[in-house]
Each structure stands twice: as structure tokens, then as C-alpha cells.
């Protein structure tokens, strides 16, 4: 079977705003994310393996170095660029600022997204076990996944005593 090397447009929704996206149906997503200037997507490994090139897709992290631009289709796109809150860092960027959780900083997109949706699923604390499962298939080469699991932990336990203050 011959690849289709037609071009097509994509339509989505990228960090709220609706995109369309130009290029070969099986071409990766992260190629035509980094098209439209996400320079946050990330790609190293090209085969799914490092979590670089992670973006939520209808609030799910995916490796989009090995998801086709056509699956994007009427989806809900999140990257890094979009996890500002109101023009302001949302908790977890700040946290992870406090907690020194990067040095080079190339594998940080990818864990904030799937830190984000972590936190998103989870109602109380998180232990290491629940963030190292939450975070798995990320790669950081400084080797700083400490100070990311501490950073997460902070602001699981934040929000669970916000929730509690609210009840
Ligand atoms: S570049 Fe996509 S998982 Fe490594
Ligand atoms: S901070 Fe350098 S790869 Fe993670």
C-alpha cells in the first residue's frame, strides 16, 4: 500500500483556540504542532519513548512523535504555551521553578502536561509511587526527578487542602 502523501488540513482546538493544521495525514503531530510555533513540542526520540513531545489530548497526555496529524481531528490540544492561567504561571510552573525541578529545562513541557493531568485526576495526595506512575515514559537527562516528584507532591497537597478548606 502506498503512503498518502496528500496534504490535508486538520482542524482542532489548540490551548483554546481553534487551529487548523496543514500537512500529510501520517505526518507526526509534533512536526505540525512546532509549524504553527509550539516550540514546546519537543522532539528527540521520535519513537514514543522520552516524553518530550508530550501534549494533552482531550486532557490525555500523547507522545505526538508518534501520533499522526490526523488524528487531531475535532480534538482538544494542550501544550505548555497554553498552561498559563489568566497570563500567569499556573501553580505547577511556579512550583516547579521553586522546587528547582529542571537544569537544562528540554524535558520540562513534557512533565508539566503530564503532571498537570496527574493532578487533575487525583483528588488528595499523591505519593511517590502514584507520581512515578503518572509520570512514566518521561525521560529527564540532568536527572533531576526528585525535585520534580517534590514539586508535584507540594501541589497535591495544596490543592488537597484547599478542597478540604472548602468543604
Ligand atoms: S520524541 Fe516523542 S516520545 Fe520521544
Ligand atoms: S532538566 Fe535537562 S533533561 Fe530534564
Known sequence: MQED???STVTCTVNGAET???GRPATA????LRQQGLFS????CGLGVCGTCTVLLDGEPVSTCITPLYMLEGRDVRTVEGLEEDGELSDLQTQFTESQ????????PGFL?????LLESSTGDLDDAAIEEGL???LCRCGCYESIKE???SCAARSASRRAGSL
Open 151 to 153: 514539586a508535584v507532591r
Open 5 to 7: 502523501d496528500r496534504s
Open 136 to 138: 512514566q515514559g518521561h
Open 113 to 117: 502536561l503530564s503532571a498537570s493531568a
Open 20 to 22: 487548523s493544521l496543514t
Open 29 to 32: 503531530a509534533s512536526a505540525a
Open 41 to 44: 513540542v519537543r522532539e528527540t
Open 101 to 108: 525541578a529542571f537544569q537544562c529545562s528540554f524535558c520540562t
